[in-house]
């Protein structure tokens, strides 16, 4: 049982350290944090102001049929 104990001791960290030094799909975490970081703000501005927006979109669409209709 000992000899068991000793051989999983000597294992983790030889495949820990493995892990630490693997690279591997490094660059494609990098990105997705770079995503991350510049669509969250943009995704909580919208949320905030989510009604103002609205109402403006609400506004120029408005503003889009009224000239449409007049005539030439």
Known sequence: ???L?????IKIPRNLK????DQRGAE???KLLII??????LL????????EIAT???D???????DADVDP
């Open 1 to 3: 049982m000992l000899n």
């Open 44 to 51: 909580i501005l919208l949320v905030w102001f989510r009604n």
């Open 60 to 66: 120029k669409w408005t503003d889009v049929q009224e």
């Open 18 to 21: 493995g892990l630490h030094s």
């Open 5 to 9: 104990f000793s051989k999983i001791a």
């Open 28 to 30: 494609s975490i990098e």
């Open 56 to 58: 403006y979109m609400r």
């Open 36 to 41: 991350g970081l510049i669509a969250l703000p």
